[in-house]
């Protein structure tokens, strides 16, 4: 298996841009994660799906940010309009189980200017 | 909501001596208590977890020991090596599908 893939690897845009960052779990996982890693905040979770349906989007900072599942291959996190502070490395994990084992993606690292 | 503490954040031991980090955690619901492994410019990587029916979990030179009464958790590496050198994460569940991830311990084994 080819593990959590995530796109891109690297992204800079500017302040007011949109951004998208894509994941491809690991397949046949049904649970998908979305964390945020910065060195002042440590691991944040953003918001998860079960199934392709979101379940807890509380980590979300703002109305900026929005995420989909459209089925159970592939998720998106969207930001927009973007912000310096947004500036960050962003994760996609995936998991079989409930509550348990969470596998990682290498992680998109964004820098807002 | 559910809090993990880490400590330290920074830990040097030479190589081959033992390193010990240590998280303690407040929801005692949780059940499951993973630890990940970061390496730069990398995903963190999970190297061993622990349910809460178990005390002690043992992966060749790495072992966690679970206090459930206590809620603290530990890892332990022995026999360190250069390739050990990395942060480290603790993690514990929060509401049965979450993980709470504490502060992170960055490790330096010095050859």
């Given at each position: 298996?080819?593990?959590?893939?995530?796109?891109?690897?690297?992204?800079?845009?500017?302040?007011?841009?949109?951004v998208?960052?894509?994941?491809?779990?690991?397949?046949?996982?049904?649970?998908?994660?979305?964390?945020?890693?910065?060195?002042?905040?440590?691991?944040?979770?953003?918001?998860?799906?079960?199934?392709?349906?979101?379940?807890?989007d509380?980590?979300m900072?703002?109305?900026?940010?929005?995420?989909?599942?459209p089925n159970?291959?592939?998720?998106?996190?969207?930001?927009?309009?973007?912000?310096?502070?947004?500036?960050?490395?962003?994760?996609?994990?995936?998991?079989?189980?409930?509550?348990?084992?969470?596998?990682?993606?290498?992680?998109?690292?964004?820098?807002?200017? | 909501?559910?809090?993990?503490?880490?400590?330290?954040?920074?830990?040097?031991?030479?190589?081959?001596?033992?390193?010990?980090?240590?998280?303690?955690?407040?929801?005692?619901?949780?059940n499951?208590?993973?630890?990940?492994?970061?390496?730069?410019?990398?995903?963190?990587?999970?190297?061993?977890?622990?349910?809460?029916?178990?005390g002690?979990k043992k992966?060749?030179?790495?072992?966690?020991?679970?206090?459930?009464?206590?809620?603290?958790?530990?890892l332990?590496?022995?026999?360190?090596?250069?390739?050990?050198?990395?942060?480290?994460?603790?993690?514990?569940?929060?509401?049965?599908?979450?993980?709470?991830?504490?502060?992170?311990?960055?490790?330096?084994?010095?050859?």
């Amino acid at each position: 298996d080819a593990g959590v893939i995530q796109s891109p690897r690297h992204e800079v845009t500017e302040m007011g841009q949109e951004v998208t960052l894509r994941c491809k779990p690991i397949s046949g996982h049904d649970y998908l994660f979305w964390y945020r890693q910065t060195m002042m905040r440590g691991l944040e979770l953003l918001i998860y799906f079960n199934n392709n349906v979101p379940i807890d989007d509380s980590g979300m900072p703002e109305d900026r940010f929005s995420a989909k599942m459209p089925n159970a291959s592939f998720s998106t996190l969207k930001i927009q309009p973007s912000e310096p502070r947004d500036s960050a490395v962003y994760f996609c994990a995936s998991s079989l189980i409930r509550g348990k084992e969470q596998y990682f993606g290498p992680g998109t690292r964004l820098t807002v200017t | 909501g559910e809090n993990v503490e880490q400590h330290p954040s920074t830990l040097s031991v030479q190589e081959g001596d033992s390193a010990v980090i240590k998280c303690t955690y407040s929801d005692s619901a949780s059940n499951y208590f993973p630890w990940y492994k970061q390496e730069l410019g990398k995903g963190p990587q999970l190297i061993i977890d622990i349910r809460s029916n178990v005390g002690e979990k043992k992966d060749q030179r790495i072992a966690v020991t679970l206090n459930k009464t206590a809620k603290h958790f530990s890892l332990h590496i022995t026999e360190t090596q250069p390739e050990d050198s990395a942060v480290y994460f603790c993690a514990a569940t929060f509401g049965n599908e979450k993980l709470t991830f504490g502060t992170g311990t960055r490790l330096t084994i010095i050859p």
